[in-house]
């Protein structure tokens, strides 16, 4: 059974976050509202195209590709939708799904192209009206994998028309009224002001609804308090972890509330030692850490909690705890994710900062057809080499195709990041 999801949905004009389709007033950095929203429970983040210009198209592409790189969660769009193309652009910003206007006569036509091409189950289609359903029951069927229902008032009639999942924008719901629509069979989530207010606690409504029978993607835990061992103190270390990085941030303690609450809640919660009493961690700092994941070590006496920092860990304004150096031996890195991202900053640095004698400035002075070239010759070389069947000779011009891939990145500002993540959707 799939669970029911949360959509946040942001509006974007002229590369900036707006109130709605009709209210243009500017509500913040999309940078911070996006990361705002994959931390805070938000399952899904609807970003809506205003433009009317391919400039500020392109510049809001420029937008909804940045909010890719933000969040894990994922990231739908649409809006100016003309061509075929348009929906390819949206997909290499990293969307994983595109959204249509029914109210477009191109709508279909689009539809069944990048249905073809990208699969149907990334196409998804907005609708405001009930005859739009009359209508098209077949071409919905074949073309698009989910419908994003404008008007709620029609929901009765997409329930007896068309078995395609939907999700559905709320104008001001009660919680009632949330637990009445959310029960229906094929509604997949919720959107609208609600839940993209930054204000509401959208894991405590999660928590609420999975008490009334809403099957929410929310912390339900496989481990209770009762099945871990507790120290003298009758508490458990935490281990807290940036998931991202797996930088060590800090060691805390919890007693069964601050587990609790921690699930409850989705945000750290600690019991202090010397206070004797429970503590958000960033209640009063703003330094919060969300939760990702929590796991309990072989004795099941210690808690590694995998968490996304925001600001700093530890009380001195350090970004971690641990920064007091004992001992240290040198030793050569060798985790392939920390050397391509070393490499990708290095070189990052290095077309800001440009070096007298730099290979890497060299190329890049050239242009990007230089880079290119390169590539090109590396990877010739890079066959050559495989042809011979001399693994030394590989290894190294496997290397020197990469520096030179690192190069062509940069310069065209793909990060690293984005080529895991278009890996592992395929």
Not at 41 to 62: F, Q, Y
Not at 233 to 246: H, I, K, S
Not at 371 to 392: M, P, R
Request: charged letters at 30%.
């Amino acid at each position: 059974m799939e669970y029911k999801i949360f959509a946040a949905s942001m509006c974007l004009l002229n590369g900036e976050v707006v109130q709605g389709l009709h209210d243009h007033t500017k509500v913040g950095d999309y940078h911070e509202i996006a990361k705002m929203y994959n931390d805070s429970g938000i399952d899904k983040i609807i970003v809506l195209d205003l433009s009317e210009s391919d400039e500020e198209h392109e510049k809001n592409v420029r937008v909804i590709r940045e909010i890719c790189r933000t969040v894990d969660i994922p990231v739908c769009a649409g809006g100016n939708i003309e061509r075929l193309e348009d929906v390819q652009n949206l997909f290499f910003a990293g969307c994983k799904q595109v959204i249509l206007n029914a109210d477009k006569d191109s709508a279909f036509d689009i539809a069944e192209d990048a249905a073809g091409r990208f699969g149907k189950e990334k196409i998804d289609v907005s609708i405001v009206n009930v005859d739009f359903l009359f209508k098209h029951q077949d071409e919905l069927r074949d073309n698009f994998h989910e419908i994003l229902v404008l008007n709620p008032d029609i929901l009765d009639a997409i329930d007896l028309i068309t078995d395609l999942q939907y999700v559905v924008t709320l104008r001001d719901p009660s919680f009632e009224e949330i637990v009445d629509v959310l029960s229906r069979e094929n509604i997949r989530g919720i959107t609208g002001h609600l839940v993209s207010d930054p204000n509401q606690d959208i894991m405590a409504m999660k928590a609420a609804l999975t008490k009334r029978g809403i099957y929410m993607d929310n912390f339900a835990p496989k481990l209770s308090w009762d099945d871990l061992k507790k120290n003298s103190d009758g508490l458990v270390p935490v281990v807290a972890q940036d998931y991202r990085t797996n930088e060590v941030l800090m060691v805390a303690y919890m007693n069964e509330e601050a587990y609790n609450t921690t699930l409850t809640i989705g945000r750290m919660t600690y019991y202090s030692r010397s206070r004797k009493q429970l503590w958000t961690k960033g209640e009063t700092s703003g330094h919060l850490q969300y939760v990702k994941s929590l796991t309990a070590d072989c004795d099941y006496d210690t808690i590694l909690a995998k968490v996304s920092q925001v600001g700093v860990a530890c009380h001195t304004g350090a970004r971690s705890c641990f920064f007091n150096e004992i001992v240290k031996k040198e030793y050569v890195e060798k985790s392939p994710l920390k050397i391509f991202e070393t490499l990708y900053e290095t070189v990052q640095k290095r077309k800001a900062q440009p070096q007298e004698r730099s290979y890497t400035n060299y190329l890049m002075d050239r242009g990007l057809d230089e880079v290119l070239k390169k590539v090109g010759e590396e990877a010739v070389e890079l066959i050559i080499s495989a042809k011979n069947q001399d693994e030394s000779h590989i290894r190294h011009e496997i290397s020197d195709f990469l520096y030179h891939l690192v190069v062509l990145m940069v310069e065209k500002n793909v990060t690293w990041e984005e080529v895991t993540r278009e890996l592992a959707q395929r």
